[in-house]
């Protein structure tokens, strides 16, 4: 029988691909699974490695690019600044990121773009501004930095072991986790980050305020916060609503939101409204754009122009006033309306030992100590080991002293250099530490005066040591070199507070107040759908109403300018709007076309008008199927800022008319059979929905339906009394003598 050919193994394309068991087949997996496999450890690298600032204050982003330029020795005040692109390049070597994502957190830490508080980078050339989002940035190679002098405290003591180093990305150099900043860094300049399922936003404090309240919280952990750390402070200024409340809610919870608002003056001769100063949340483009549109709306009429007058002395939007405008009324207008105020939301969200916390003020000044407490206990442990060391070397000197003919002699007699150090132990004594210090002395220092210079340390070292030992003993020394270090930061880079405060006693707050110009105004409707709002004045000077050819007017009212209008389609819809969104024009004009002003749907047409300013009274929908519906006008008054509301009323049967009545009056109905009935709207009960079917008021002969309703005159009430029916529903009366108009006045 002959035997069976065996299927040749695949080989591999390339020398170096080696097999792998189980490659290509499938295996059945639960997404669930998959998920937690591939996107939990992306997102802990997220929130862990990019997103959050720790209690250093700094993101790794941040802390790498900062480490990168103390090592190319850009603290050095006597060295020229360098080149942005260099400083970008030495930081990929810890940062494996793009060299655009590494100049963008350059630019934001640099003195020019003014986004901190507290610049850490100084720079020459152009840094954009942090209030402006058309002010960019130059490319690295134009522009230089090195470090400011505040960095002194971000890297004090750095090289004596007071942080863990790590190794980067390729292990070819070591990067501190942490800087030992001798200050709350975290709470002094602002942060923001956006991880996976959680953020963080921590607001810039005052750094005097800050150390003070971290100082006064070493004393006292019960220190009422308050009473020394007034509120943030943002670089950009403005004013803040001093809100003791919402303040004590985000110094305990690190949750909350301070409102902020732009500073002005108003310069009396040019009739204009200086800014000088904006919420740091916003930018001078927002601001001016949306005046502009709220001045296209009509809804500010004060304002003939606005500029950006931004410079090189710092920001200013101009805005020129029309005559006879009060420029603290139209700022609080102007405070409610556009970004120039606007609020700031507190999130203080920070990872601790690589475990993100969302904490207060309180809670991240002790974690801050204790952070910083360590720091101190790890730099005066490795002093505290040099001196012994050095200590140690010292006193083979001070036995060298007694006898230094004898240290000559031996050193000179031993024939092997080998043996030098085991000859000279022996002599005196000391072990081999010290007998290496001995034998590596230069000749010329060997003399009785070099040697007691050296000993006179001696007695200074022990009483060093003996110091140092007392401190790490003693956890009040050590806060008292925290609160010492905290007071020098204050004398050397205190600055006064940028953002102050106001109160809502020292301002009228008008957030509730509708401050819409009101005035009289006489509104038109024509039967075709186009509107007109004319002043009083304007209609006694105005002639005769231009119309479309075939046109009429079908409704009129004297209303006011605050006004509540509400229009009803052909299609069931309600589409609300105000007086005040119309502009006043004259009889001469068309008017605004109310399908395409209010955005109808395609076919939509008028109906019929409502003006109402509190919704009382009720409309009444009359179909031609003889049904009323009586329905509230409360229906259609909506808390909300909506628009249009659909099923404003029933679409069982066409619409005849929609009437309006204050209070309960007299309706004149007539039907195409030739019949007429008179009612009084008293007799039919209001509905709750706006869609209701009604009632029936009037029984129609077979195929007849109603034609027309009207509101009924007082005068015309006599002749028509006939026709009057005592229940609902009830039969017309035939009124021939009535004509065939079905033309309806309201």
Same mark, same amino acid.
């Given at each position: 029988?002959?035997?069976?050919?065996?299927?040749?193994?695949?080989?591999?394309?390339?020398?170096?691909?080696?097999? +792998?068991?189980?490659?290509?087949?499938?295996?059945?997996?639960?997404?669930?699974?998959?998920?937690?496999? /591939?996107?939990?450890?992306?997102?802990?690298?997220?929130?862990?490695?990019?997103?959050?600032?720790?209690?250093?204050?700094?993101?790794?982003?941040?802390?790498?690019?900062?480490?990168?330029?103390?090592?190319?020795?850009?603290? /050095?005040?006597?060295?020229?600044?360098?080149?942005?692109?260099?400083?970008?390049?030495?930081?990929?070597?810890?940062?494996?990121?793009?060299?655009?994502?590494?100049?963008?957190?350059?630019?934001?830490?640099?003195?020019?773009?003014?986004?901190?508080?507290?610049?850490?980078?100084?720079?020459?050339?152009?840094?954009?501004?942090?209030?402006?989002?058309?002010?960019?940035?130059?490319?690295?190679?134009?522009?230089?930095?090195?470090?400011?002098?505040?960095?002194?405290?971000?890297?004090?003591?750095?090289?004596?072991?007071? +942080?863990?180093?790590?190794?980067?990305?390729?292990?070819?150099?070591?990067?501190?986790?942490?800087?030992?900043?001798?200050?709350?860094?975290?709470?002094?300049?602002? /942060?923001?980050?956006?991880?996976?399922?959680?953020?963080?936003?921590?607001?810039?404090?005052?750094?005097?305020?800050?150390?003070?309240?971290?100082?006064?919280?070493?004393?006292?952990?019960?220190?009422?916060?308050?009473?020394?750390?007034?509120?943030?402070?943002?670089?950009?200024?403005?004013?803040?609503?001093?809100?003791?409340?919402?303040?004590?809610?985000?110094?305990?919870?690190?949750?909350?939101?301070?409102?902020?608002?732009?500073?002005?003056?108003?310069?009396?001769?040019?009739?204009?409204?200086?800014?000088?100063?904006?919420?740091?949340?916003?930018?001078?483009?927002?601001?001016?754009?949306?005046?502009?549109?709220?001045?296209?709306?009509?809804?500010?009429?004060?304002?003939?122009?606005?500029?950006?007058?931004?410079?090189?002395?710092?920001?200013?939007?101009?805005?020129?006033?029309?005559?006879?405008?009060?420029?603290?009324?139209?700022?609080?207008?102007?405070?409610?309306?556009?970004?120039?105020?606007?609020?700031?939301?507190?999130?203080?969200?920070?990872?601790?030992?690589?475990?993100?916390?969302?904490?207060?003020v309180r809670e991240i000044l002790i974690e801050w100590t204790a952070f910083r407490e360590e720091c101190i206990q790890r730099r005066t442990y490795h002093d505290l080991q040099k001196k012994k060391e050095k200590l140690h070397l010292l006193e083979a000197l001070s036995k060298i002293l007694l006898d230094i003919d004898k240290a000559i002699k031996i050193i000179r007699e031993t024939e092997n250099e080998a043996d030098v150090v085991p000859n000279l132990m022996i002599g005196f004594g000391i072990d081999e530490i010290q007998a290496e210090y001995v034998a590596e002395i230069k000749l010329r220092n060997i003399n009785k005066q070099y040697i007691l210079r050296r000993i006179e340390e001696v007695d200074q070292l022990k009483k060093d040591i003996e110091e140092m030992e007392d401190i790490l003993r003693d956890k009040k020394k050590i806060r008292k070199i925290i609160v010492n270090e905290l007071r020098d930061v204050i004398k050397n880079y205190a600055q006064p507070r940028k953002t102050m405060f106001y109160y809502l006693s020292d301002v009228e707050e008008t957030d509730d107040v509708d401050d819409t110009p009101d005035y009289a105004v006489n509104i038109f409707v024509s039967d075709s759908g186009y509107f007109k709002k004319i002043t009083p004045q304007s209609l006694r000077m105005s002639g005769e109403q231009k119309l479309k050819e075939g046109d009429f007017i079908s409704q009129t009212f004297e209303a006011t300018n605050k006004t509540d209008l509400v229009f009803f389609s052909d299609k069931a819809q309600a589409y609300k709007s105000r007086a005040s969104a119309f502009d006043d024009t004259k009889a001469s004009v068309m008017g605004d076309y109310i399908p395409a002003k209010l955005s109808f749907d395609d076919g939509e047409m008028l109906k019929t008008l409502v003006p109402t300013t509190d919704y009382s009274g009720y409309i009444l929908f009359f179909f031609e199927n003889g049904k009323v519906a009586k329905v509230p006008m409360k229906s259609y008054e909506t808390k909300t800022n909506r628009k249009k509301l659909a099923k404003a009323y029933s679409e069982k049967s066409p619409l005849v008319a929609a009437i309006f009545t204050a209070e309960d009056s007299d309706i004149l109905l007539r039907t195409t059979s030739g019949h007429a009935l008179v009612f009084n709207t008293g007799m039919i009960l209001p509905k709750s929905t706006r869609d209701s079917q009604g009632v029936q008021v009037i029984n129609l002969r077979k195929k007849a339906f109603l034609s027309s309703a009207s509101l009924i005159a007082p005068e015309e009430l006599p002749e028509l009394e006939k026709y009057r029916s005592k229940s609902v529903p009830a039969a017309g009366k035939p009124a021939k003598e009535l004509g065939d108009s079905n033309q309806l006045t309201f």
């Amino acid at each position: 029988m002959p035997r069976k050919k065996e299927t040749p193994k695949k080989q591999p394309v390339f020398k170096h691909e080696a097999y +792998i068991e189980g490659s290509g087949s499938v295996v059945d997996e639960k997404i669930t699974d998959t998920l937690k496999k /591939n996107y939990m450890p992306y997102a802990m690298s997220v929130i862990i490695s990019r997103a959050l600032p720790e209690i250093d204050g700094f993101k790794p982003s941040h802390r790498k690019l900062l480490y990168m330029m103390y090592k190319r020795g850009l603290l /050095n005040p006597e060295k020229e600044r360098s080149k942005s692109a260099n400083v970008v390049g030495e930081t990929m070597k810890l940062n494996p990121h793009g060299d655009q994502a590494i100049y963008e957190t350059l630019v934001r830490m640099t003195r020019g773009n003014e986004a901190l508080l507290h610049p850490y980078v100084d720079s020459k050339g152009n840094f954009g501004k942090q209030y402006s989002s058309k002010m960019h940035f130059a490319a690295p190679r134009y522009t230089e930095v090195k470090l400011e002098k505040i960095c002194n405290e971000l890297f004090r003591d750095i090289d004596k072991e007071t +942080i863990d180093f790590v190794p980067n990305y390729d292990n070819t150099m070591q990067e501190p986790t942490l800087l030992p900043a001798t200050f709350p860094t975290v709470l002094v300049n602002s /942060n923001t980050g956006i991880a996976v399922s959680m953020a963080s936003n921590v607001c810039p404090f005052n750094l005097e305020e800050v150390c003070e309240t971290t100082i006064a919280l070493m004393k006292d952990p019960n220190h009422d916060i308050l009473s020394t750390l007034k509120g943030p402070d943002f670089p950009g200024g403005g004013l803040m609503l001093y809100d003791e409340a919402e303040l004590n809610k985000v110094y305990e919870t690190g949750r909350g939101s301070i409102k902020v608002r732009a500073k002005f003056s108003y310069d009396k001769t040019a009739n204009c409204i200086e800014v000088t100063e904006i919420p740091y949340t916003t930018t001078v483009e927002a601001i001016i754009e949306k005046i502009i549109d709220l001045v296209k709306q009509g809804k500010i009429r004060e304002v003939s122009y606005i500029r950006d007058e931004t410079d090189i002395e710092g920001l200013k939007i101009a805005i020129d006033l029309k005559r006879g405008t009060d420029p603290e009324k139209l700022m609080q207008k102007l405070y409610r309306l556009t970004p120039l105020q606007d609020s700031y939301p507190c999130n203080f969200n920070i990872l601790i030992a690589g475990t993100p916390k969302v904490m207060g003020v309180r809670e991240i000044l002790i974690e801050w100590t204790a952070f910083r407490e360590e720091c101190i206990q790890r730099r005066t442990y490795h002093d505290l080991q040099k001196k012994k060391e050095k200590l140690h070397l010292l006193e083979a000197l001070s036995k060298i002293l007694l006898d230094i003919d004898k240290a000559i002699k031996i050193i000179r007699e031993t024939e092997n250099e080998a043996d030098v150090v085991p000859n000279l132990m022996i002599g005196f004594g000391i072990d081999e530490i010290q007998a290496e210090y001995v034998a590596e002395i230069k000749l010329r220092n060997i003399n009785k005066q070099y040697i007691l210079r050296r000993i006179e340390e001696v007695d200074q070292l022990k009483k060093d040591i003996e110091e140092m030992e007392d401190i790490l003993r003693d956890k009040k020394k050590i806060r008292k070199i925290i609160v010492n270090e905290l007071r020098d930061v204050i004398k050397n880079y205190a600055q006064p507070r940028k953002t102050m405060f106001y109160y809502l006693s020292d301002v009228e707050e008008t957030d509730d107040v509708d401050d819409t110009p009101d005035y009289a105004v006489n509104i038109f409707v024509s039967d075709s759908g186009y509107f007109k709002k004319i002043t009083p004045q304007s209609l006694r000077m105005s002639g005769e109403q231009k119309l479309k050819e075939g046109d009429f007017i079908s409704q009129t009212f004297e209303a006011t300018n605050k006004t509540d209008l509400v229009f009803f389609s052909d299609k069931a819809q309600a589409y609300k709007s105000r007086a005040s969104a119309f502009d006043d024009t004259k009889a001469s004009v068309m008017g605004d076309y109310i399908p395409a002003k209010l955005s109808f749907d395609d076919g939509e047409m008028l109906k019929t008008l409502v003006p109402t300013t509190d919704y009382s009274g009720y409309i009444l929908f009359f179909f031609e199927n003889g049904k009323v519906a009586k329905v509230p006008m409360k229906s259609y008054e909506t808390k909300t800022n909506r628009k249009k509301l659909a099923k404003a009323y029933s679409e069982k049967s066409p619409l005849v008319a929609a009437i309006f009545t204050a209070e309960d009056s007299d309706i004149l109905l007539r039907t195409t059979s030739g019949h007429a009935l008179v009612f009084n709207t008293g007799m039919i009960l209001p509905k709750s929905t706006r869609d209701s079917q009604g009632v029936q008021v009037i029984n129609l002969r077979k195929k007849a339906f109603l034609s027309s309703a009207s509101l009924i005159a007082p005068e015309e009430l006599p002749e028509l009394e006939k026709y009057r029916s005592k229940s609902v529903p009830a039969a017309g009366k035939p009124a021939k003598e009535l004509g065939d108009s079905n033309q309806l006045t309201f």
